[in-house]
Every structure is written in structure tokens, then in C-alpha cells.
């Protein structure tokens, strides 16, 4: 059995193949075009979609593996493969794998994630649509894909069960890996999926890099500008890998936290977001702002100046542009429930020695983290876990103070996760 390589195999680019008139076959041997970044799909999940879905469309083998690590006693069968189009509406999922045997239907979906995270209710609606498929719950599983193994929290808060089970683009790739003589052999016609297949397994086996915590925050701001080649990782990777860990070091949830690029005119600062429990609730439905559509969070930017800046937002979820939020059928409540909170986090000042009270737009409060681009992450994390502490109680009385001024819900969308 053929192991994934450790490291991606060299490339050479795609100008030097274009020098080649007469290529060799060894010649041919010898180079590994990357599909992905000829077509600049590297960050496209749909492409990833597409052709995993004809990967296993046409290795039977390598499909029994992957609906077995969803449901391990699944048989061995013809298994109807299916991606998602881009114009389709409605809860269906990125990839869905069915089959039938002597009357009874198995069904499992993959909900790839590259860029995004999980959505509220949407690995439960996944799962819903393959159940109702199956009927029987036990022939039924999802797969969350992911570069780094994160799990579908959200699916397990929502139900209380662990039916989507946790799967990394790098574990796919030894699996399509295995079995890539499934899909042709190399250099000849009709061996396309094969070398495209091949390129996805390279770029999938890169290993993430690792956080150093003695790095300084210009450092990692350097990494963005150095283009990571022939790897699935995003630029950001090393700030989601920093919100992740300081997550951890706070007590909130790694999926309240999450990396970020701050656009401001023209010029574009990496950064964190990151939410307290129930700070963030559901989705806006239609056009109507209503108190459970908040999102409250910390923001920190790592410009280069005053780098690990950290500013409170009270905003909409999803986030909705100054226009976006002046068509807003009730604009002037959304208004007036931002300025409530602004008010009662102010009035706590004094117990906010740390922050500034601030009122631009949707900014509540910030805080100087009082470091240099020379400091290093390992400092940043102690300063952000001061401040934090300080102003998340002040944010969960103002938002229950004013859940008590409308009389309504208190984050429906939050409650119900």
C-alpha cells in the first residue's frame, strides 16, 4: 500500500513546461503541474466538490472507505454520487453519497469547508435531508471536511448526537491516494481525473505550519506576503491558528473564533474575531432586523501600528454595509438598540480601566494592547486575556439589560444552538 508523501513532490512552473517543444515522456514524468492554481480555484470549495465527487464516482473502493468513516458498518455498493450545483436553493449539502441494498438505503453527505465555518442549523439540515432518504437513523451519517480536523459543533449542540464525523482534506487525500490506479493510469488519454486527483493529494498533504509562540506579531504579519504554494491553507492560517489558540486561553469556544482581513479603504489589516458564548445569534430572515440578529464581538487588528488593537462591535448578523443596513425595514430600531448598549457599557467605564468608550459607527469600545510589532504572540495572548476579562462582563449585562428593554427573546438564534 502506497503511503501519502510527507512533503509535496517540487514543482516546476507552468512557463517552463511551455519551453519544452518535444517533451519526453521522462520529461513528462518529471513535472507536476497544479491544476488548481493554473485555474485560480486554489480557495474555490466547489471546485474541491466537483472533484472529489468524480473521484469517487469512479473508485467504488475509495467511496466504501469514506462512507465507512461516517458509517462503519455501511456495505459495499454502487454508490450514487452526487455535487451540489451552484445555483441550487435550499438545505442541500456539498456532496451526497447514496446506495440501496435489498431494500434498505444508506446515505451520507460531505459539507466541505475550506474558508467558511458552520452555519447555524446547517449540518442539522444536511443531515435531516439524507435521513429523509434512508428513514432509518443508524443508515444514516454526514462528514464535515475540513484542513483541520474541526469538528461540527454546532450539529452536536443542536441535537445532543455525534452523527457527523470529523474528516481532514489531508485524510481524504490518503485515502483517494490508495486507490488512485481507480482512476487511470498517468500520461495517457482519459488519465485527466487521475492527474487531477494527483495534484488535489499534493496540495491537500501539505501540513499546516506551525504556531511559534516566540514570534513577533511583524513576523506574522510578514508570513502573508509570502504566497504558500501548492497547499490548501489559507494566507491567514497562522491567525486562525492564533484564534483557535486564544480561544482556548479565554474559555470560549474555538468556533467563536475565527481569523479576519479588515478592509478600509483600498488597504486590507489581517485580524481576529472573537465572541463570548451567546453573543452572536441567528441570521437576519428577510429584511426585518429583530434583537435576536446581533452579533457582538471583539475584533483585534494587527496593523502596523498599535498592533493587537482590540475594538468591541455591536453589528447585525451576517454583517450588513452602511446601505445594507439603511434598507433595513426597521433601521431606526436597530439604531436605537445600539445606542441602549453603547450607553450601558459606557456607564461602566469605570470598571473599564483598560478600554476607551468610543462612538463611531459600530464601534462600542476599544483598547490599546500596549505592545510593539518587536512583541511577541506569547505577550499578545496575556494582554488579550486582561482586557477580555474585563470587558466580557460589562457585554453580558448590557446585552441582557437590553433584552429586558424590548421585551423579547434574548438571542433566540444563540439559544437555540
Same mark, same amino acid.
Given at each position: ?172 487525500? +490518503?485515502? /483517494?491516494?490508495? !486507490? #488512485?490506479?481507480? &482512476? ?5 488519454? =482519459? @488519465? ?99 434583537? +435576536?440578529? /446581533?452579533?457582538? !464581538? #471583539?475584533?483585534? &487588528? ?5 498592533? =493587537? @488593537? ?108
Amino acid at each position: 500500500m502506497r503511503s501519502v508523501p510527507e512533503e509535496a513532490p517540487l514543482y516546476v512552473t507552468v512557463s517552463a513546461s511551455y519551453r519544452l517543444k518535444r517533451p519526453t515522456i521522462e520529461m513528462c514524468n518529471s513535472l507536476r503541474v497544479d491544476i488548481f492554481e493554473i485555474l485560480s480555484v486554489e480557495r474555490r470549495e466547489d471546485s474541491y466538490n466537483s472533484l472529489i465527487t468524480y473521484a469517487l464516482m469512479n473508485s467504488q473502493a475509495a467511496c466504501d472507505e469514506v462512507v465507512r468513516h461516517a458509517l462503519p458498518n455501511a456495505p459495499s455498493l454502487a454508490w450514487d454520487v452526487k455535487c451540489r450545483s451552484k445555483n441550487t436553493e435550499g438545505k442541500v449539502p456539498d456532496v451526497t453519497i447514496t446506495g440501496e441494498s435489498n431494500g434498505e438505503k444508506w446515505g451520507v453527505f460531505i459539507e466541505n469547508k475550506i474558508d467558511a465555518t458552520e452555519a447555524i442549523g446547517q449540518t442539522r439540515g444536511y443531515f435531516d435531508v439524507i435521513r429523509s432518504y434512508v428513514i432509518e437513523k443508524d443508515r444514516a451519517g454526514g462528514i464535515f471536511l475540513t484542513l483541520d480536523g474541526a469538528t461540527a459543533h454546532r450539529h452536536v449542540q443542536e441535537t445532543g448526537e455525534t452523527r457527523v464525523m470529523s474528516l481532514t482534506h489531508r485524510e481524504l487525500a +490518503a485515502i /483517494l491516494h490508495k !486507490h #488512485l490506479d481507480d &482512476l487511470g493510469e498517468p500520461l495517457q488519454a =482519459g @488519465s485527466t481525473l487521475r492527474n487531477a486527483v494527483a495534484s488535489y493529494v499534493d496540495r491537500a498533504s501539505v501540513p499546516p505550519p506551525v504556531l511559534d509562540l516566540k514570534c513577533t506579531l511583524s513576523s506574522l504579519r510578514d508570513s502573508l506576503r509570502v504566497k504558500s504554494r501548492h497547499a490548501m491553507h489559507p494566507g491567514l492560517v497562522q491567525y486562525a491558528a492564533l484564534a483557535k489558540l486564544l480561544a482556548s486561553k479565554v474559555g470560549v469556544p474555538e468556533q467563536n473564533a475565527c481569523s479576519v482581513l479588515a478592509q478600509n479603504q483600498g488597504s486590507a489589516t489581517p485580524g481576529l474575531q472573537l465572541r463570548a458564548d451567546k453573543w452572536r445569534g441567528k441570521n437576519i430572515d428577510g429584511n426585518f432586523w429583530d434583537l +435576536a440578529n /446581533l452579533d457582538i !464581538h #471583539l475584533e483585534v &487588528l494587527f496593523g502596523e501600528s498599535k498592533p =493587537g @488593537s482590540i475594538h468591541l462591535h455591536f453589528e447585525t448578523c451576517p454583517y450588513l454595509t452602511k446601505r445594507e443596513l439603511a434598507n433595513l425595514t426597521n433601521f431606526d430600531q436597530f439604531r436605537a438598540a445600539q445606542g441602549e448598549f453603547r450607553a450601558i457599557v459606557h456607564a461602566a467605564a469605570l470598571k473599564l480601566p483598560l478600554w476607551r468608550m468610543k462612538n463611531t459607527y459600530l464601534q462600542v469600545a476599544s483598547a490599546d494592547s500596549s505592545l510593539t510589532n518587536s512583541s511577541t504572540i506569547e505577550e499578545f495572548i496575556r494582554a488579550f486575556a486582561d482586557r477580555f476579562s474585563e470587558i466580557s462582563p460589562v457585554v453580558d449585562v448590557a446585552r441582557k439589560q437590553l433584552a429586558k428593554s424590548y421585551r423579547g427573546p434574548l438571542f433566540r438564534g444563540a439559544s437555540e444552538r
